[in-house]
């Protein structure tokens, strides 16, 4: 078993070394998903789609926080 991990956070939760890299993994898999999908849906290179993806991104948190978050 490993060594359990302190997550910062005001929880603090305590998470072992493989819950953390699971949890990890779900999250770059269903990234690399939407990657894909965009590429394919619109015909773009898979760079371009991840850019596109991170900046729609930035653009939803900055709605959602306004302009002086």
């Keep these: 078993?490993?060594?359990p991990?302190?997550?910062q956070g005001l929880q603090s939760f305590l998470w072992t070394e493989s819950e953390v890299t699971d949890k990890l993994f779900?999250?770059?898999e269903h990234?690399?998903?939407q990657v894909i999908r965009r590429a394919k849906?619109?015909?773009i290179s898979h760079?371009?789609?991840a850019m596109a993806?991170?900046?729609e991104r930035v653009i939803k948190a900055k709605q959602?926080?306004?302009l002086f978050p």
Excluded: D
């Design 1 to 3: 078993m490993s060594n």
């Design 5 to 7: 991990c302190r997550i």
């Design 26 to 28: 779900r999250i770059l």
């Design 31 to 33: 990234s690399f998903a």
């Design 41 to 43: 849906e619109h015909k």
């Design 47 to 49: 760079r371009t789609a």
């Design 53 to 55: 993806i991170g900046v």
């Design 64 to 66: 959602m926080r306004g």
